[in-house]
């Protein structure tokens, strides 16, 4: 099984950038597709990003394509998500989450193990 812990949230002003780390244990994190996702308050948890088990094919929300990037390293058994150009609107909870397929698919319901979720705000 797979255990997930996230790290790097923070408080940033607007324009500014934060990079989240994603530490997995279990061996299945290199058999997997992997994802973040984020809830804000009084809002439903969103895909904002996911990674292929390779790493080759990722996928981005709309809203943030083109700021943040995403990226895995299976030797290290991490992911880290990239964010730049962060915007008041990306303040939320990200989670770091692992699918229970080898594709990205963007549906929450795919991803089976969930790390805690770290604190993201981005003051205007």
């Known amino acids: 099984q797979v255990q997930l812990v996230e790290s790097g949230g923070g408080l940033v002003q607007a324009g500014g950038s934060l990079r989240l780390s994603c530490a997995a244990s279990?061996?299945?994190?290199?058999?997997?597709?992997m994802g973040w996702f984020r809830q804000a308050p009084g809002k439903e948890r969103e895909l904002v990003s996911a990674i292929t088990l390779s790493g080759r094919n990722t996928y981005y929300a709309d809203s943030v394509k083109g700021r943040f990037t995403i990226s895995r390293d299976n030797t290290k058994n991490t992911m880290w998500l990239q964010m730049d150009s962060l915007k008041p609107e990306d303040t939320a909870v990200y989670y770091c989450?692992?699918?229970?397929?080898?594709?990205?698919?963007?549906?929450?319901?795919?991803?089976?193990?969930w790390g805690q979720g770290t604190q993201v705000t981005v003051s205007s």
């Open positions: 279990g061996r299945t994190f290199s058999s997997v597709a």
């Open positions: 989450a692992a699918s229970s397929v080898a594709y990205i698919e963007t549906m929450e319901g795919y991803y089976a193990k």
